[in-house]
């Protein structure tokens, strides 16, 4: 693992000085390592590939992973509705509806901007351990969910579903789903991305979580929250 750093801003008077912190994967580095300090992919740049960026991420502690009284009530809606099959990306690739949900979810949600196809066939290149999640209905493709899928973690990095579904909390109960099938398969973490700003706090119903403080984990939520709640005003 090779640290990089960028510098981002200062206040010289104060004598604080910003640095954004990146690790770029090497020849016998272990995934895992990289997201237990901090790390999270990074894919904003096609052509960057094996490169992590230190962030606010959150990750739920699989073992102690239970649902809450909200988490069971958006799985009452879901559970036991659709299909569910796990691809490898070689296999997705062979399903051209899967590439199509992302590109039209993120286009339609997020602005095109955000995933273009460029960028979206880049992640699918990535040296990370990746696979799809795949739920349908009666054959028809309904959500898809792209994770990082190590021995002992997984990553929930993209989601995407049919958009009829957008007030109806799916995109909630395919995280819940996703961190309920690793913790069956006996991982030990299961890391959720990002938590910036009030919308970001729906992550917080799944429980036990922490986040990564700059330099270790914390369960304080309270702290989490008020962090959040402070970069939206």
Partial sequence: MKIVRSEFGHEYQTYRFGYCEYATLETHD????????????????????????????????????????????????????????????????????????????????????VMP??????????????????YEKEENLVAAALEVSGKTFGHFWFSAYDLSFVQQSLGMWLMLDAARRAKSDGRDYYYIGTVYGKKALYKTNLQPLEFWNGSSWSTDLAQLKKLARAESK
Avoid: C
């Avoid at 196809?117 to 795949?134: G, K, N, Q, W």
């Fill in 117 to 134: 196809a460029e960028r979206f066939d880049a992640i699918l290149a990535s040296p990370l351990p990746l696979r799809i999640l795949v």
């Fill in 30 to 113: 272990s995934v895992a390592d990289f997201y237990k300090k901090g790390f999270l992919p990074y894919s904003n740049d096609p052509k960057v590939q094996g490169v992590f960026y230190m962030a606010r991420s959150a990750r739920v502690a699989l073992p102690y992973f239970e649902f809450s009284s909200e988490n069971r009530r958006i799985r009452k809606h879901f559970d036991n509705i659709f299909s569910f099959r796990s691809l490898s990306i070689s296999e997705a690739k062979k399903d051209p509806r899967i590439r199509r949900l992302f590109l039209h979810y993120f286009k339609e949600r997020h602005g095109k901007e």
